[in-house]
Antibody, heavy 117, light 111 residues
Framework: EVQLVESGGGLVQPGGSLRLSCAAS????????MHWVRQAPGKGLVWVSRIKTDGSTKVYADSVKGRFTISRDNAKNTLYLQMNSLRAEDTALYYCVRDLDWKMDSWGQGTLVTVSS | QSALTQPPSASGSPGQSVTISCTGT?????????VSWYQQHPGKAPKLVIY???KRPSGVPDRFSGSKSGNTASLTVSGLQAEDEADYYCSSYAGSNIPCVFGTGTKVTVL
């Protein structure tokens, strides 16, 4: 069974940093592109970032470019999102998502990030 | 990249059909056949119900169907059931630098 378990969320002050992790199991992690998608409270889904199977290609939404960094450790079956210079508008539930041929076929349960003073 | 446009709400009685539109541009929905639909129940993670415009993942009932015409994709839920009440989001591939743009979301209510 495919499992994606996010962790690392919490309360952080504006301008602060946080690193999210996503532990993958039940599939060959190194074979799949992966995404981070976020959802602000009561709002819609927003794509954040994607990383290639070997970590060589990374793309970001304009809203996080230069502040967030996606990475992965295939030996540990783990996806990461390093978030710096956090803003109030980054407050959201962050989902780790598996990509299978341009479709997001498996989602974690999310980890909540709250940016507030 | 702007979000794809969906109606905020849609509704139907049990057994009826409801169709949700998803309007993009010639750079996303109109350019690629990688349109997906996701169902999200309150407090739950999204679930893939349609991919590549009209394909259903294993386990998704055939009551769910998808189509596309030009820059607009559509999701139809036939034979509405109480458990279909949820938020639905479309998404489209928009190129290697924008691999995903989501729709604004539609709340489906079963009357």
């Amino acid at each position: 069974e495919v499992q994606l378990v996010e962790s690392g969320g919490g309360l952080v002050q504006p301008g602060g940093s946080l690193r999210l992790s996503c532990a993958a199991s039940g599939f060959t992690f190194s074979n799949y592109w992966m995404h981070w998608v976020r959802q602000a409270p009561g709002k819609g889904l927003v794509w954040v970032s994607r990383i290639k199977t070997d970590g060589s290609t990374k793309v970001y939404a304009d809203s996080v470019k230069g502040r967030f960094t996606i990475s992965r450790d295939n030996a540990k079956n783990t996806l990461y999102l390093q978030m710096n210079s956090l803003r109030a508008e980054d407050t959201a539930l962050y989902y780790c998502v598996r990509d299978l041929d341009w479709k997001m076929d498996s989602w974690g349960q999310g980890t909540l990030v709250t940016v507030s003073s | 990249q702007s979000a794809l446009t969906q109606p905020p709400s849609a509704s139907g009685s049990p057994g009826q059909s409801v169709t949700i539109s998803c309007t993009g541009t010639s750079s996303d929905v109109g350019a690629y056949n990688h349109v997906s639909w996701y169902q999200q129940h309150p407090g739950k993670a999204p679930k893939l119900v349609i991919y590549d415009v009209s394909k259903r993942p294993s386990g998704v009932p055939d009551r769910f169907s998808g189509s596309k015409s030009g820059n607009t994709a559509s999701l139809t839920v036939s034979g509405l059931q109480a458990e279909d009440e949820a938020d639905y989001y479309c998404s489209s591939y928009a190129g290697s630098n924008i691999p995903c743009v989501f729709g604004t979301g539609t709340k489906v209510t079963v009357l």
